[in-house]
């Protein structure tokens, strides 16, 4: 088994910046790679961005150049610097999990609230 909890959202205005940081316990050297994920209102779940084991990264085309990933392996944390942020990227943010055996854990998720 793996936890993840994640903290960091929040209301913020159109064009500052938040921090989503998601803390990983349990099984945690069955982890893979880590991702973030939103879901809008209305809309599907979405992939944000991934981090792999090794440190290699990934970006939705709608966020690249405005977030990044970063891993720290010593505390088991993904954070998720997001830059620029604009009423669209409003969604609830959830940490993800994969394990080497294909295996996907979930965070509860963290509301991020942009306003214009």
């Known amino acids: 088994q793996v936890q993840l909890v994640e903290s960091g959202g929040g209301l913020v205005q159109a064009g500052g910046s938040l921090r989503l940081s998601c803390a990983a316990s349990?099984?945690?050297?069955?982890?893979?790679?880590m991702r973030w994920y939103r879901q809008a209102p209305g809309k599907q779940r979405e992939a944000v961005a991934g981090?792999?084991?090794?440190?290699?990264?990934n970006y939705a085309d709608s966020v690249k150049g405005r977030f990044t990933i970063s891993r720290d392996n010593a505390k088991n944390t993904v954070d998720l610097q997001m830059n620029s942020l604009k009423p669209e990227d409003t969604a609830i943010y959830f940490c993800?999990?994969?394990?080497?055996?294909?295996?996907?854990?979930w965070g509860q998720g963290t509301q991020v609230t942009v306003s214009s």
């Open positions: 993800n999990a994969l394990t080497i055996t294909e295996y996907d854990y």
């Open positions: 349990g099984r945690i050297f069955s982890i893979n790679a």
């Open positions: 981090i792999t084991r090794a440190g290699s990264t």
